[in-house]
């Protein structure tokens, strides 16, 4: 009922702002001011990601083959005026159902202000959207990372410089209806360099992260369903994308102290490489590892993956997983087939 609801209002909401502006008298009609109404494609833009895909293995650790949805999204965003805008992403299948809800403010050329529920600025596998992540799954990497988070964040770059720079406080609980999980806050920062490099399709991307927060019950995948106690991450990714070529690579370091319990210090990594062979095929490599120096299982994993791309909107993942000293019947088949339409200006993290 509650998904019905959202998706109700979401489509009332579009027929309402796509009401003729007539119906929305000005006192003003020679106003500079830019108008919601009179800037429709300006003031909001549809996206839509729809992946399907199946997960197949001899014998089953857990779960079971079959088909499944992995992700069923509608995204609206836009700009209300020069600088001010918004974005908002529900997801149809899993929980929760509201994914971002975020409004932005452009300070001053370059630098903005963002408040609401979004992706901490930690971890590039996190916060590549959904749509452009490089295998079927992300990778186990982004265990240890905060993910969406409910708070604000100030952004821009240095002037006249290739450096980016993320300063974020949040919660710390991810997004909760119930609010913080205490009186503490997270603190959330990262500072990327991203030279321009010869060739339209060329790019590099290497950044530094880092996060602190004091928690009194978070769910930390691989870790804890309720962890209580300190939690400091240092983080380090890279991407470069160099004619057919691509490299990646992103490790986590965490120190945790938790209340009444010896403290311990998880940790995650992963290398990929990949060479387009056309416009159509890419081969990608993967060597992955998520250590939570715990009781929890330890996992390192080799993954071949294939990507069929249809057009700029659609395409089709294969993924040949094969566990560190494995047998054939743990290895695992992923398949993804998935169109992504991002709309004009959604251009978010998501």
Same mark, same amino acid.
């Given at each position: 009922m509650k998904k019905t609801n959202l998706l109700a209002a979401v489509i009332l909401f579009i027929v309402i702002i796509f009401q003729p502006s007539e119906l929305y008298p000005q006192n003003d009609k020679d106003s500079t001011q830019k108008s919601i109404f009179d800037n429709v494609y300006d003031a909001i833009s549809l996206g839509v990601v729809v992946r399907f895909g199946s997960e197949l293995q001899s014998e089953r650790i857990s779960g079971n083959n079959g088909f499944e949805f992995r992700a069923v999204r509608l995204r609206v965003g836009g700009e209300i005026s020069e600088d001010a805008g918004y974005f908002i992403q529900t997801s149809f299948i899993g929980s929760p159902i509201l994914l971002d809800a975020r409004i932005y403010f452009q300070l001053s050329p370059g630098q903005f202000l963002d408040a609401g529920v979004f992706k901490a600025p930690f971890s590039r596998e996190v916060l590549i959207s959904t749509s452009d992540i490089d295998f079927v799954d992300r990778s186990v990497v982004t265990r240890l990372a905060p993910n969406r988070q409910l708070g604000v964040q100030f952004r821009g770059n240095l002037p006249g410089t290739a450096i980016n720079f993320n300063a974020g406080v949040f919660n710390g609980n991810r997004f909760s209806n119930e609010g913080n999980d205490n009186n503490k806050m997270m603190y959330v920062s990262r500072v990327s360099y991203t030279p321009k490099l010869p060739g339209n399709k060329n790019s590099f991307e290497i950044a530094l992260n880092f996060a602190y927060s004091e928690d009194k019950s978070v769910d930390i995948p691989g870790i804890?369903?309720?962890?209580?106690?300190?939690?400091?991450?240092?983080?380090?990714?890279?991407?470069?994308?160099?004619?057919?070529?691509?490299?990646?690579?992103?490790?986590?370091?965490? &120190?945790?102290?938790?209340?009444?319990?010896? &403290?311990?210090?998880?940790?995650?990594?992963?290398?990929?490489?990949? $060479?387009?062979?056309?416009?159509?095929?890419?081969?990608?490599?993967?060597?992955?590892?998520?250590?939570?120096?715990?009781?929890?299982?330890?996992?390192?994993?080799?993954?071949?993956?294939?990507?069929?791309?249809? &057009?700029? $909107?659609?395409?089709?993942?294969?993924? $040949?997983?094969?566990?560190?000293?494995?047998?054939?019947?743990?290895?695992?088949?992923?398949?993804?087939?998935?169109?992504?339409?991002?709309?004009?200006?959604?251009?978010?993290?998501?």
């Open positions: 804890s369903n309720s962890f209580e106690g300190k939690r400091i991450l240092f983080g380090s990714d890279t991407r470069l994308v160099f004619n057919n070529f691509l490299f990646t690579a992103e490790m986590i370091f965490g &120190n945790f102290e938790p209340v009444g319990n010896s &403290n311990f210090k998880p940790k995650s990594y992963q290398v990929t490489a990949g $060479y387009k062979f056309n416009e159509k095929i890419e081969v990608l490599i993967r060597k992955q590892e998520f250590n939570s120096d715990t009781f929890s299982p330890w996992i390192n994993q080799n993954i071949l993956g294939v990507n069929y791309i249809i &057009n700029d $909107y659609s395409q089709i993942q294969f993924n $040949y997983v094969v566990p560190e000293n494995s047998q054939f019947d743990e290895h695992l088949l992923l398949l993804n087939a998935q169109i992504a339409f991002k709309g004009k200006d959604l251009f978010i993290v998501d």
